[in-house]
């Protein structure tokens, strides 16, 4: 796993926790962050993959940087899954947003009054 964008100040190497998860931290969280502590669930996205198998509905799902979307292997036909989004481009055209409540999603959402979760 890399740091890349304002995620480049790595304060420590990752660790992998008995939880089987890997957490570390950063100076410079996101965009206008004060810094983050964050983890990484192995499969999770696989999951989320899983429940929108019969979806009606269009889904963007983005990675981050340095994932590289064809490890997750094949995907429902309405799901595109990217390392970037332009998020704010996409709230004005979508019925919800579904984020993790970050600050940065946060915003974007609350610039665009989309609802979100």
């Known amino acids: 796993m890399a740091f890349h964008g304002t995620c480049n100040a790595?304060?420590?190497a990752l660790i992998q926790a008995n939880d089987g998860?890997?957490?570390?931290?950063?100076?410079?969280?996101?965009?206008?962050?004060?810094?983050?502590?964050?983890?990484r669930t192995p499969g999770v996205y696989e999951?989320?993959?899983?429940?929108?198998?019969?979806?009606?509905?269009?889904?963007g799902i983005a990675?981050?940087?340095?994932?590289?979307?064809?490890?997750?292997?094949?995907?429902?036909?309405?799901v595109h899954v990217q390392e970037w989004l332009p998020i704010p481009?996409?709230?004005?055209?979508?019925?919800?947003?579904?984020?993790?409540?970050g600050f940065n999603s946060v915003k974007e959402a609350m610039s665009r009054a989309c609802r979100w979760s």
């Open 10 to 12: 790595p304060r420590a």
């Open 21 to 39: 998860n890997f957490y570390g931290t950063t100076y410079f969280g996101g965009n206008l962050s004060l810094g983050t502590v964050f983890h």
């Open 47 to 59: 999951t989320i993959l899983d429940a929108l198998e019969d979806t009606p509905a269009v889904v």
């Open 63 to 78: 990675l981050g940087p340095g994932r590289d979307p064809t490890l997750l292997g094949p995907l429902p036909r309405r």
């Open 89 to 101: 481009h996409l709230l004005d055209h979508a019925a919800a947003f579904v984020t993790h409540g």
